[in-house]
């Protein structure tokens, strides 16, 4: 099982790309006319929370895959997707209470996406938790599996009943960062960090897996190949 | 008094290939081949920690090999339960009486009803019918179980220990109950230190010995006990 | 421009805290790596390990099963 | 059919069970009872702010009640093995979630009445005819908690720590029940019919759905080896 060498060439694209998006998001793009510079937050938050979605996703897929291919690699993809989603969430939640704070005021508004992406990030703890509670690998595997797909079918259901919730009447809060009628360079820079960040997600995706393939390797009690 | 249910065409049989299963360290099961079909009652003897449970377990589904398969042929009819088990769980419901258990199997297997009572009466527990299995001796326990599994009439009957905790009276309806079964054309294995009694009803027997087959034979030409039992 | 410390703490945050998480990922793999190499020392000594690969034939000591 | 028929056995059995120990409903009453009345004293005696609080007060209570059943009835199926035994005698293995499904949603039903006739004294809650909408919400959000409980638990069933586990397993994926619960009666508290109908209808569509995932997923989650 070769394990990856100190830091990948993949590994390195990744980061240059995210320390140029970094750069040019903070010093180059000019800032937002009715924000002023808070608005950069954007840059830095968005993308961390659609690529947190992006994960449970791909938790929720490889774990409809080892339901029915019953092979572990499908279980390893899970697991490592389940662990930078989760990340991902967290640093959502506290830049968007920090882009909450500078624009609002407030910590917390209770706003309908920041509400989801906190529920989101107890439900995937909850993944995690019940996946160290279980000790036979492949049973694990099997019941971690069935609770990822639980798990995400609940991330829509969340989601709507927050919206509805935060108020029937009520239109969701004004500021939409995702707004398509920003200006052009802003929006560029917006798609740019998704890609870096998108690198980077990948890149850790490869290697969390490779670690826990790592570990079933090591692990005596599974048969040969697994 | 011949248990209630017709025989069946179902023939159905167990294959076990290179069945291995490791707890941690330790080996239970290594690298087993068995093949049982119905008609057969297998009597399975071996030491503590020989794998007898472990293997009744593999081969009922309830515990995965960790390498090797089990695969249950032949034509089981649809819609019928295909395995029993009973050991040291009888998988009773405590709150319930010995007669509502054997009632609620027989109801999920589809089977008579009715029939509960006299399931109870072949193995000698009828008395209790009407007692909460919580309040029921573990001997008395083990028997009203074994009604349970033979209520919901499996075309797999796996046993462990069915003689264990008995007097000779209990243990021999308990023999009978289980040669019953085997004329009516179902697979019985059973795994017992009980060599006389099992040898009395068994078509074949097994020993094994840390994990493995150690010498399989047909009844009769079985060797005297001791010979080839491992230690303990 | 009283938002820049909000913009930079925010920056630290992600970026920090992607560091963070992939130097873990390295620190655990560095673990898996040690008790692989430990494995493959034992095996090399003692056979009676349960080896996946090369299994024990039925005449050989096998490790005694006490369960 | 027959996966109705064996489930409707497995949940008389559960309510046979309970009848006879008694404890599950007893405990999950007696917790429920035991935060309206914490809660009313946090509050205080003023009955505006207590009317207020009524929804997240009975439904907080109603979601520990909830825990305690499940965990009696998972109980009773690992004591003695007597889940394998079932799961064994069962082709169709779908109806042991039925069933549970069926006995659980009548013990939160019944439960989630009982709290509100005690709310309702508790808490000094002006009786309106729009209350009678109030069983149509414990129909429904029953329903969608009790299919949530029923997967998650077979998930966590023999996990270690799991008494400590199933909360945390279990609460974040009844959040949406819990804000329909809550929203819904909280309209029909406030005569506001049709966002109660909205909420009771988004309720029902959350019953349907968990129902659904457990029909297909139950299976390997409850799988004995």
Redesign the interface.
Known sequence: MPMKARVSTFGLLAGTALAITTIVGLFVVPADAAQGDVQRIMYVHVPSAWLAYLAFLVTFVSSVLYLWRRELRFDRLAIAAAEIGLVLTGITIVTGAIWGKATWGKWWDWDPRLTTTAILFVVYAGYLLVRQSLGDR??RARLAAVYGIVAFVNVPIVHFSVLWWRGLHQAPTVIRPGDPSIDHTLLFELLASLLSFTLVFIWALRRRTALEAGRDAAD????PGT | MRAVSLNRGSTVSILARSV?K???????I??MDLDARSGELISVLGGN???KS?LLKIL?????P??GTVRTSGNPQ????I???VGH????????TAR?NVE??A????RRRDGALEQLEMLGVATHADRRVGDLSAGTRRRVGLA?LLA?D?DVILVDEPFAGLDNAAADRVAQALAVARDLGRLVVIATHDDQRSRSIATRSLILD???IHRTSPVGRLAPIGEGLAAG | MTELPFVAASYLIVIGGLAAYITSIARREAVVRRTAQAIGRERHHDPG??SRDN??T?DDE?????? | M?LLV?AV??AR?DI??EL??GQAFGSAAALAGIALILIGLAVGPQPERLRSLAPAVVWIALLYAALAVAERLEQ?DR????F????????DRR?LFVGRVISLSVALFLLQLAIWVAATILLDLPVRPEYAGLVLVATFTSLAAASVIALVSAVVADADRRSLLVPVALLPLLVPTFIAGVQASTALLDGRSSDGLLWTGAAAVEAGLFIGVGLLAYESAAR??
């Open positions: 492949y049973r005596l009690t599974l048969g | 291995t490791l707890f941690g360290e330790t080996v239970a290594w690298e920690g020989s794998g472990t009922a589904g309830t515990l995965a960790t390498r649809p819609d019928r339960t395995v029993g088990l769980a009888t998988h009773l419901f405590e709150d319930l509502e609620l199997a109801g999920l297997a589809h349970r919901t499996p840390r994990g493995r | 390990v349960v299994a024990a039925d096998a490790a005694e099963a006490d369960r | 027959s064996d056995v497995l059995k046979r069970v006879r120990a009773i004591s003695d093995e007597a394998t035994g079932l799961w064994l005698v069962l082709t109806s004995p080896d």
